[in-house]
């Protein structure tokens, strides 16, 4: 018999407290993952809100055996994954905004000045080296070594073979390095 995951068996015995375990459990997971997918704070919230909420409009639909057999983290990546692909198809079709418009991110009022000021020029950084990946080695190398999905879960997010996986990952890796490297 398969165990099954205590969020599912949340789910199961209360659609509501098992939602909010569940966002419990992975929101900060989701919420990365788009902040390096995007790049950019606003618009991983709105992600992240919008995963979230396609995720709770699913699960009143789903039978009790569909969410038994549910992978909440992988199948919250691959919500996650269609969103983000959506926004950019969309944000591909529209002009590019003025960037004087664009407010600027939001620091966690409660975090040390310095230690934010640091993690902030980091993940500037490296959000800026992702960005330059295309779009699978991208998305392939985050869920890898910022959400730290399997190759197996991070297969069945993208919808590609396993192989295709470990090929976006390393050809990205190598990519960054070079693109880090050129700095």
């Known amino acids: 018999m398969i165990a099954i995951d205590p969020v ?12 909010a375990e569940m966002y419990a459990a992975h929101r900060n997971l989701v919420f990365s993952t788009a902040l390096r997918l995007s790049g950019h704070w606003a618009c ?8 979230f909420l396609r995720a709770y409009r699913a699960l009143a639909g789903y039978d009790r055996d569909r969410v038994a057999a549910l992978q909440p983290r ?10 983000w692909r959506n926004a950019a198809r969309t944000k591909s079709r529209k002009p590019p905004p003025d960037l004087r418009d664009e407010p600027v991110d939001a620091v966690d009022p409660r975090q040390d000045v310095e230690a934010a000021a640091e993690r902030r020029e980091t993940g500037d ?37 396993q192989g295709t996986v470990k090929s976006h990952v390393s050809r990205g890796l190598q990519r960054l390095r070079a693109l880090g490297g050129a700095r």
Do not use: Y
């Open 8 to 19: 599912c068996k949340a789910l199961l015995d209360d659609l509501d407290e098992g939602f």
């Open 44 to 51: 991983a919230e709105d992600l992240t809100a919008e995963a």
């Open 74 to 83: 992988a199948w919250l990546m691959t919500i996650l994954m269609n969103l």
């Open 125 to 161: 950084e490296l959000a800026e080296l992702l960005s330059l990946l295309p779009d699978e080695q991208r998305a392939a190398v985050v869920l890898r070594h910022v959400v730290d999905l399997p190759v197996s879960e991070i297969a069945t997010v993208l919808k590609i073979p």
